[in-house]
Nanobody, 126 residues
Framework: QVQLVESGGGLVQAGGSVRLSCAAS????????MGWFRQAPGKEREFVAS????????RRADSVKGRFTISRDNAKNTLYLQMSSLRPGDPAVYYC???????????????????WGQGTRVNVSS
């Protein structure tokens, strides 16, 4: 089992940027297909972005395309979400998730991810 711990959330000005991190335990981080999800008040948890084990296959939700970038550093067992041009609709609790399966075109389906972090909250001011 892999343990996931998100960090980097906080209060950010509208139009600003922040980078979220997800630290993973274990020695097989590169074997995991990783994703970012978010959940805003009154909303269901929604897909944000995903990346394959080797970093070669990335996907982003339409709502964040061109603004958010998902990446990973397998040597550091860390997943990142670089968030730019923050705007209303972005405030939420952001979660990282992992699965040993290469999800392919199922990358956005919550039920396909097996492990989840505790989440980190992102608020936007102004």
């Amino acid at each position: 089992q892999v343990q996931l711990v998100e960090s980097g959330g906080g209060l950010v000005q509208a139009g600003g940027s922040v980078r979220l991190s997800c630290a993973a335990s274990g020695r097989t981080f590169s074997s995991y297909f990783m994703g970012w999800f978010r959940q805003a008040p009154g909303k269901e948890r929604e897909f944000v972005a995903s990346v394959s084990g080797n970093g070669g296959n990335t996907r982003r939700a339409d709502s964040v395309k061109g603004r958010f970038t998902i990446s990973r550093d397998n040597a550091k067992n860390t997943l990142y979400l670089q968030m730019s041009s923050l705007r209303p609709g972005d405030p939420a609790v952001y979660y990282c998730a992992a699965t040993m399966n290469d999800l392919g075109f199922l990358y956005s389906r919550r039920s396909r991810y097996d492990y989840w972090g505790q989440g980190t909250r992102v608020n936007v001011s102004s």
